[in-house]
Antibody, heavy 124, light 110 residues
Framework: QVQLVQSGAEVKQPGASVKVSCKAS????????IHWVRQAPGQGLEWVGI????????FYAQKLQGRVTMTRDTSTTTVYMELTGLNSEDAAVYYC?????????????????WGQGTRVTVSS | QSALTQPASVSGSPGQSITISCTGT?????????VSWYQQHPGKAPKLLIS???SRPSGVSDRFSGSKSGNTASLTISGLQAEDEACYYC??????????FGTGTEVTVL
């Protein structure tokens, strides 16, 4: 079945970087966009960015530009999200989610299949 | 990009219908028919309920329906059930090739 399996929880110090992985299975990896969404404790959902696993192209939320990088490894069908310069506001559960539409599509449209989430704690 | 505006909470009795609004701008909801809705139970990942304003993915109950008028989208839950108690989020594609979520609405079944 289609599933996204994420890496385990991380604890990082302020100013450090974190890299979270998301392994896709059950479908052709390069045919669906992958999004990253985060949720701070007790807060709502926040879109982080999107990657086209085939082309490697990315788009990021404006507030995270310059600190976030999304990459992929087609040989292991894994997408990565790296966030640098961590601060307390980055503490959250990070989810990867597959888009609903097959590539190419007029535009990505919805978050269909979700990973289990990865908790990132920022603490000194 | 500011979050889309949702009511903080909505409640209803079992069997009743409730509607959750989601207000944005012409740069997001008003400009595209790419509005989606998600249900999230505590400690769980969100679940897609509605895509493209009013399309229901396979397996989602037909008690959930979506619509849009201008810059405001709406999710209606009919025949409210205890299991519907959760937090609901809207989302929209935007003109900057990004996405924005709503502020979230807690649904309480009385």
């Amino acid at each position: 079945q289609v599933q996204l399996v994420q890496s385990g929880a991380e604890v990082k110090q302020p100013g450090a970087s974190v890299k979270v992985s998301c392994k896709a299975s059950g479908y052709t990896f390069t045919t669906y966009y992958i999004h990253w969404v985060r949720q701070a404790p007790g807060q709502g959902l926040e879109w982080v960015g999107i990657i086209n696993p085939g082309a490697g192209t990315t788009f990021y939320a404006q507030k995270l530009q310059g600190r976030v990088t999304m990459t992929r490894d087609t040989s292991t069908t894994t997408v990565y999200m790296e966030l640098t310069g961590l601060n307390s506001e980055d503490a959250a559960v990070y989810y990867c989610a597959r888009d609903l539409r097959r590539i190419p599509a007029p535009a990505p449209g919805a978050f269909d299949i979700w990973g289990q989430g990865t908790r990132v704690t920022v603490s000194s | 990009q500011s979050a889309l505006t949702q009511p903080a909470s909505v409640s209803g009795s079992p069997g009743q219908s409730i509607t959750i609004s989601c207000t944005g701008t012409s740069s997001d909801i008003g400009g595209y028919n790419y509005v989606s809705w998600y249900q999230q139970h505590p400690g769980k990942a969100p679940k897609l309920l509605i895509s493209d304003v009013s399309s229901r993915p396979s397996g989602v109950s037909d008690r959930f329906s979506g619509s849009k008028s201008g810059n405001t989208a709406s999710l209606t839950i009919s025949g409210l059930q205890a299991e519907d108690e959760a937090c609901y989020y809207c989302s929209s594609y935007t003109n900057r090739i990004t996405f924005v979520f709503g502020t979230g609405t807690e649904v309480t079944v009385l």
